[in-house]
């Protein structure tokens, strides 16, 4: 990834995207400070989930839980690029909270287009966690879920899916990107 990034992570709800994204985040940990904003978890949920980094990571992986306001997202995000953390992770889109009274498609423009403009102004790096449309998903199509903003805005856009077996009992999980502005492969 380049410095500036931003990064839609999409997955249909208990594809894996925040265990998937911890283990990205555990390895930045092992040579640089990140920031993890973790809205979706309870506290000894995500305690059990990084239990097993080492003494590096564990120093490294800095986490933020209770300040979901998008104004607090953004200065946090200032005050830890300011201190050298380049790389951030937000679960959820979904959980993060913006005043007014828009719209939810109008909310998820402006979460999108500001941790975007972040992204150019800091060279942060930010990953977001969203979810897939189900209305799309059901029509067996990929898309966020909000607003097609969203996709102007993302540098690269990441789905993750997944398929049980029903006959094996076995589980397959598929990452592709279908996006990526830097290379313009997919």
Same mark, same amino acid.
Do not use: P
């Given at each position: 990834? $380049?410095e /500036?990034s931003?990064?839609?992570?999409?997955?249909? #709800?208990?594809? /894996?995207k925040?265990t998937m994204?911890?283990n990205?985040?555990?390895?930045?940990?092992?040579?640089? =400070?990140?920031?993890?904003?973790?809205?979706? %978890?309870?506290?000894n949920?995500?305690?059990y989930k990084? &239990?097993?980094?080492?003494e590096? $990571?564990?120093?490294n992986?800095?986490?933020?839980?209770y @300040?979901n !306001?998008?104004? !607090?997202?953004? *200065?946090?995000?200032k005050?830890?690029?300011?201190k050298?953390?380049?790389f951030v992770?937000?679960d #959820?889109? %979904?959980k993060?909270?913006v005043s /007014?009274n828009?719209e939810d498609h109008q909310? *998820? #423009?402006l979460?999108?287009s500001?941790?975007a403009?972040l992204c $150019?102004?800091? /060279?942060?790096i930010? %990953?977001l966690?969203n979810?897939?449309?189900e209305?799309?998903?059901r029509?067996g @199509?990929?898309?966020?879920?909000?607003s097609g903003? $969203?996709v102007? !805005?993302? &540098?690269?856009i990441f789905?993750?899916?997944v398929?049980?077996d029903e006959?094996?009992?076995?589980?397959? @999980?598929t990452?592709?990107? #279908?996006?990526d @502005?830097?290379?313009g =492969?997919?």
């Open positions: 990834f $380049q /500036g931003f990064i839609n992570i999409a997955g249909e #709800s208990f594809s /894996g925040s994204v911890l990205i985040l555990s390895n930045i940990a092992e040579y640089n =400070k990140c920031l993890f904003f973790s809205f979706e %978890m309870y506290e949920l995500l305690s990084i &239990d097993n980094l080492n590096y $990571q564990a120093k992986l800095l986490i933020e839980q @300040r !306001d998008l104004d !607090d997202v953004v *200065a946090l995000i005050l830890y690029a300011s050298g953390v380049k992770a937000i #959820s889109k %979904m993060i909270k /007014g828009a909310k *998820a #423009s979460i999108s500001t941790l403009k $150019q102004e800091t /060279g942060v930010i %990953m966690i979810q897939i449309s209305a799309d998903l029509n @199509r990929f898309a966020l879920k909000g903003d $969203q102007y !805005d993302s &540098d690269f789905f993750l899916t398929k049980e006959k094996t009992g076995t589980t397959k @999980r990452f592709f990107c #279908s996006k @502005r830097y290379n =492969k997919k």
